[in-house]
């Protein structure tokens, strides 16, 4: 597989199978979980009709990358906001009508698992519907939860040199959650989880914990003039960043602290199980739903940053073989590694996903 479509699949992927794995338990308190799947918790997919099927997380993620994708295609870097919106305001539409949309921009609209009702977050979807949407100067609301956070891992991968200069990263993921959450913390934890991505998929030869310290820093650089919030989000990942370090406390124990209500508690608490069982996909992942709070939003953004880090082929192939979006997934990605066809040249299939906002025939 190329690499390029390897990095993009291993993290849409990652983000949906820890997604579909901790959506089961989600908002479960810790002994909830035990008393459901005994004293370590859950161990793998608990499949329902023979599918694992994710949740809000992994819907947002895909239709972001379908808007983003829709920006490469007019060529013009002014519109990946803007396309963005209009992408996640099509995803909005589907949770209140859950019906074939007569226009669409977004061919993934389509496909009927990505129309199902998943999202718990009233306020994200009334965000949506508000004729503006949020953003850092004129925020829609005080929403501090982990809805937007997937959308900018998938910004991300856009911001690499080849669709958007590398130093965009750190702007556009705040920007992403930005249009419907408006906690400032919320904001630059996706502006880290935006780096980070950013920077796993040029291949660094950094250690993660080094990614992780990277993005704190270049995050706290940019917004830390103008916002406080910055630096108490600054300061709270590094301290999960140092609790890794730290073999002498039960990481169960230390998940469990993190509380994981919020986007900051959740993205610190993923960084810290990914720091904790960094090298095995399998056991980071059974780490990282296994707690109190919302076990989806942390197991997908440790699926994304572990798929991102190590690539698709990495993904033990029993959590693909259920996992209900995959192939949806692949050809977007597959799609995203390639980028729009080249300027002059005509391919049809593109003009029917990405111009008309249809799928192909194969859905």
Known sequence: MDERISICRGCLLGIAVGDAMGHIVDEKSWSEIQEDYGPNGLLGYDLVNGCAAGSSYTQTATFVTNGLLLAVTRGKPELYLRYVGLSLREWARAQHFPRDPEKSYCWVSKIPQMRVRKCKDSRMLDALRFPELGNMDRPSNRAATPGGLTGSMAAGLVCNGRHL???????????????????????????????????????????????????????????????????????ALKKAICK???????????????????????????MYACLTAEQDFDSTLILAVNHSGRSAAVGAIVGGILGTRMGAEALPEFYMESLEPASVLEELTGDLAVGSPTAGLFDDDWDHKYVQGLPLGNH
């Open 165 to 235: 200069p590398r130093n965009q990263a750190v702007r556009l993921g705040a920007q992403i959650v930005a249009l419907t959450h408006g906690d400032p913390e919320t904001w630059f934890a996706g502006s880290v989880l935006c780096e980070v991505i950013a920077a796993l998929a040029e291949r660094t030869e950094k250690s993660l914990r080094d990614v992780f310290s990277d993005s704190i820093d270049k995050m706290q650089s940019t917004f830390g003039a103008d916002y406080a919030q910055a630096h108490t989000l600054a300061d």
């Open 244 to 270: 890794a370090e730290q073999t002498e406390y039960d990481p169960r124990g230390v998940m469990e602290s993190f509380g994981c209500e919020t986007a900051a508690q959740c993205l610190a608490a993923a």
